[in-house]
């Protein structure tokens, strides 16, 4: 970061801190190159951008510069760039929004395709943008400050991120599955999907004494209603008789559900099927379950995080965030009948 811009982003938070009486003198520019080492020329031209942004305004003739009593809007903007196809990621976006609007900031949203997310990354760096939330694009090559969603992969400690607890989500999930009296279970995980998932479902079985998790787990190639036949078809050759399927996302589930609707299996009622997403919502048309990943509090999250590093607090905020899921519409997880 150039010296005038991180002095710009500590007056600014000395601003929106209330620091400076609304109306009072504002320090003048020998004092403020003193204050950052600068020379007055630079202090001066943080000035008139404070100014031109609302955040000063000049006083009459002899009266110096002062603070304006009404602090400006957007108090700096970001942007996200990620995917927007389904209510998670909806959801997603009006966390991020509010989180943004609670600080002053203005959201913006891009969704390049792959190849021209090099180009858009070096015009926000010349645009008031002043930094970025992330998802589904990996490593971002740019100066600006980053909040990874949902990133599992590359060294923890190098990077800002926050996820849900997909863990948590995965094996809790099961726990309620194997509660119900079901062994003969199957998952179905796509491999973009969070790894953590599929872990916490091999946990839970394995403390169950279900020793071949990971062979009953058909990983998908694509997201699709033809994968989906592909896999059910592989699962019911391999457990003829499964009982329960346990599914990486929604997306996944229900695919899964059309599949054994077209294969004349009647599941409904004997077969437990779960995803993760929660994208049906609290009253389902399927009867199956979910885990709520709260997308709203990861969005809110995430923008509070990236406005603290932006804004030069970056000690007040962990490396990994990480948000709590809850189950959803278990009851429609049937046990498993007495013989």
Known sequence: ??????????????????????????????????RFKVNKKTANKAVSLLVTEGWLYRGRRGQGTLVSPVKPFPGGQICCISILKNAYQSDFLQGAQSGAFQHDYLLNYCSPPPEELPDLLKRLENSPVRGILTGYYGELNTRLPVIYIDRSSGD????????????????????????????????????KLMRDRLKGFHDAMR?????????????????????AQKQLRQALKKYPGFTA???????????????????????????????????????????????????????????????????????????????????????????????
């Open 1 to 34: 970061m150039e010296k005038i811009e991180s002095m710009l982003a500590e007056l600014k938070s000395d601003l929106a801190s209330g620091k400076f009486a609304p109306d009072a003198h504002f320090p003048s520019e020998y004092e403020l190159a003193e």
């Open 245 to 339: 399927a346990a599914c990486g996302s929604d997306n996944l589930m229900i695919h899964t559900a059309d599949a054994l609707d077209q294969e004349g299996i009647p599941w409904r009622n004997r077969i437990a099927l779960t995803g993760f997403g929660n994208l049906l919502g609290k009253d389902p048309v399927l009867p199956a379950a979910s885990v709520d990943q709260h997308p709203f509090n990861l969005g809110y999250t995430a923008a509070e995080n990236l406005i603290a590093l932006i804004e030069g607090r970056g000690e007040d905020i962990p490396k990994q965030s990480m948000i709590d899921v809850e189950l959803v519409n278990t009851g429609n997880i049937p046990f498993v009948p007495q013989s």
């Open 207 to 227: 403390e169950a004494g279900i020793s071949d998790a990971e062979k009953r787990t058909f990983r998908w190639l694509e997201d699709s209603c033809y994968e």
């Open 156 to 191: 923890p400690e190098s990077f800002y991120s926050v996820s849900c607890n997909n863990y948590q989500g995965g094996y809790e999930m099961m726990k309620q599955i194997l509660a119900r009296g079901h062994r003969n279970i199957v998952i179905f995980f796509q491999q």
